[in-house]
């Protein structure tokens, strides 16, 4: 009994700590299940009506188009460009948002592209074109399907083909990726060339549409005016309320739609070399300049000190730059200049030989894959006489220069160039074996070797730390968004104002600066970046304001909407001053006004920009819709208020070609339907989160 007596004198205590325990255990599961649903909001860089892009599939698809692109670039001897990152991420980032609004589109309306028709479209009968390119022999001109399927063959089967060497396999791997890839491209386009065959078909020019547009195109008035201007009633006389403004707001807004926007204000420093970096390469300059015109090794000299090897070629004295001709129709061989400075770069020139001879080579050439024993035959039997393209197939004739030594090889283009009229034997970079026979040369010319020691001025390893401290400094002194730009001028910055937006690849004025945009869009309203190396500059940034998604603010626009406001309210005055007028000739309105009676001619609907005018389209519509002799009610345009009276019509001579309008109808509905997918996303509810990752 005692114990129950306890039990009831805490009851209250226990519903509490129950209660608190099942909070508790909600709280915690909410969390868990809250934790879970804000992962899956940190993992997507977009959802497009309601369907989410993934950051995983995003990056890999990323991933595999930069390494396509750094193949590309790299199959031509060149590194992909600083900046193709990130216009890489965002064309990945629409294309994937433009296949989601497609196949739900296609989808809605019953189009599909099936594996049987892609599979045609691939290696069937009806080969897509950029196949047929990709696989077209060049010596013939004709597709090579047997290129094709060779190519499939080891690209989705490399073991069995022999292949497993890692880099080998790492290549094709990317090879067979970009072959998936222009497989879906494929597949895409033929849909989308189905569905806008379905729009072009539905929006086809009738018979009537065709005839109205040739009366608007060849139909003018000749118009008798007159015109009260605005600037006859004082701003001052017409009262602007803020109801007034938000109507206006409100009928107009919609044309100021934006997304999300940031402002910020950066510095961006040049990384120059400083007067020291300048003094520092002269005196290196003056130091090298004995040695280099006495030396009997210019080669070594050149390749230890100078920003460029040497080159040891002879080069047409006209095709040499102006200065270096300049030295050499003045030297002899062996003779050195002195320094010279040219764009932050110092340079010295010394004659190694002069020469008259071709300045090209035009030869054929016949290519044999490195240890293919084939080319002796070969070379035996058209030395013996045989035709060159009955043993092989030739090669387009091409021009050699000295200077293509670098591309083609050294020992190559000295074969070339010592070579007689017969064939010969060679090989260039990499071990190609080739037979040749010059074709022509061109007309003997003079040709110099020059030796160029070269070094030009960069700003050192302590004038790169300096600017890049003393930026850090500024940073650090006057980090709020009124002192990082009031105290600029003085600290010898100048800040530079930009609006971005989540989808640019770089901030307005400045290349290859994604990070900074990155970077604004994840941070708050007065943060200051860290110091980001762009191009040849320093760069920091302070956010000074966040614009939300939704339409231009008001203030921003109120300086046009009280032009706007204050020209309406004086054209609905005007217009109830002349309701009075009687009668109602355009004579009696000019006088009304004030005004004279001018005349304007060939006004049309097609052509709102009207002589004497300006820019005026409601009245050339207006006009267009009056009959000869008919005086218009007062007008507001632009300018003022305007009464009309068409005072002759006038029709094109040209005559009326149906088949032609039908045909300019469809090319202007046509640019109309290739818009479609921008319809789609104005019209679809995307969400655009890739700038919080990129």
């Not at 994840?522 to 110091?531: T, Y």
Request: aromatic fraction near 8%; charged fraction near 20%.
């Amino acid at each position: 009994m005692a114990t129950l007596e306890k039990i009831r004198s805490k009851a209250a205590l226990l519903v509490v700590v129950i209660g608190l325990a099942l909070l508790a255990f909600i709280i915690g599961d909410f969390l868990n299940s809250g934790q879970s649903f804000f992962m899956m909001n940190q993992n997507k860089v977009a959802t497009v009506n309601g369907e989410v892009i993934g950051v995983e599939e995003y990056q890999e698809r990323v991933n595999a188009r930069t390494e396509q692109m750094q193949s590309m670039y790299q199959q031509s001897g060149m590194t992909m460009p600083e900046g193709m990152s990130a216009s890489i991420q965002m064309d990945v980032y629409n294309q994937m948002v433009n296949e989601i609004l497609l196949e739900n589109e296609l989808e809605a309306v019953g189009i599909a592209v099936s594996n049987a028709e892609l599979q045609d479209m691939l290696t069937g009968n009806n080969i897509h074109a950029e196949i047929v390119r990709a696989f077209t022999d060049p010596q013939t001109g004709a597709f090579d399907r047997q290129a094709l399927d060779n190519y499939l063959n080891i690209v989705f089967h490399p073991e069995e083909n022999g292949y497993t060497d890692a880099n080998q396999l790492q290549q094709i791997a990317a090879q067979r990726q970009a072959w998936l890839d222009m497989e879906a491209q494929i597949r895409q386009s033929r849909a989308y060339e189905k569905f806008t065959a379905l729009l072009t078909a539905a929006l086809a020019p009738n018979k009537i549409d065709a005839e109205m547009a040739f009366a608007a195109q060849t139909r003018s008035v000749d118009v008798a005016y007159a015109m009260q201007p605005y600037t006859t009633i004082a701003d001052s006389t017409i009262e602007v309320s803020k109801s007034d403004l938000n109507a206006e707001y409100n009928k107009i807004k919609a044309r100021y739609e934006m997304p999300e926007t940031r402002t910020i204000r950066y510095i961006a420093v040049d990384v120059a070399p400083s007067a020291e970096d300048f003094a520092k390469v002269q005196d290196q300059m003056n130091m090298l300049q004995d040695v280099f015109a006495t030396t009997d090794d210019v080669a070594t000299i050149v390749d230890n000190n100078s920003d460029v090897p040497y080159e040891d070629v002879y080069v047409a004295v006209n095709a040499m730059s102006a200065d270096m001709k300049a030295f050499v129709e003045a030297a002899k061989v062996g003779d050195a200049s002195t320094p010279g400075f040219d764009n932050d770069t110092y340079t010295m020139y010394r004659l190694m030989g002069t020469k008259t001879a071709p300045d090209s080579i035009t030869i054929k050439v016949a290519s044999f894959p490195m240890g293919d024993t084939t080319i002796d035959s070969v070379y035996n039997a058209v030395v013996a006489g045989a035709e060159f393209g009955q043993e092989v197939n030739v090669m387009d004739e091409f021009v050699v220069t000295e200077s293509m030594y670098a591309n083609l090889g050294r020992n190559f283009v000295a074969d070339v160039f010592a070579a007689g009229n017969g064939y010969f034997k060679t090989a260039s970079l990499g071990g190609t074996q080739h037979i040749a026979k010059v074709v022509k040369r061109s007309a003997p010319v003079a040709k110099a070797k020059v030796a160029t020691l070269t070094i030009g001025v960069v700003p050192s390893v302590e004038t790169e730390t300096a600017l890049y401290n003393n930026l850090s400094s500024y940073v650090a002194k006057y980090n709020t968004v009124e002192q990082f730009a009031d105290s600029a001028f003085v600290a010898g910055y100048t800040t530079i104002p930009a609006d971005c937006q989540a989808t640019q690849t770089s901030v307005p004025g400045m290349q290859n600066s994604r990070q900074i945009i990155h970077w604004a869009f994840n941070a708050k309203k007065g943060e200051v970046s860290e110091i980001y190396e762009i191009g040849d500059r320093y760069v920091v940034a302070m956010l000074e304001k966040v614009t939300k998604e939704g339409y231009r603010p008001m203030d921003e626009l109120e300086n046009m909407l009280n032009t706007t406001v204050r020209r309406n309210k004086k054209g609905e005055a005007i217009a109830k001053e002349l309701a009075a007028v009687s009668p109602a000739t355009i004579e009696a309105y000019a006088a009304a006004m004030n005004a004279k009676v001018d005349t304007v001619k060939f006004v049309s609907v097609v052509s709102p920009s009207i002589a004497g005018m300006g820019y005026e389209p409601v009245i050339a519509g207006a006009a267009t819709g009056l009959a000869v002799g008919e005086v218009s009610a007062p007008v507001a345009g632009n300018r003022g208020v305007y009464v009309l009276q068409v005072v002759n019509e006038n029709t094109a001579s040209r005559p009326y070609d149906e088949n032609a309008e039908m045909i300019r109808l469809e090319q202007q509905y046509m640019s109309a339907v290739n818009q479609f997918v921008e319809v789609l996303k104005d019209k679809a509810d995307i969400e655009n989160t890739l700038v919080r990752f990129f």
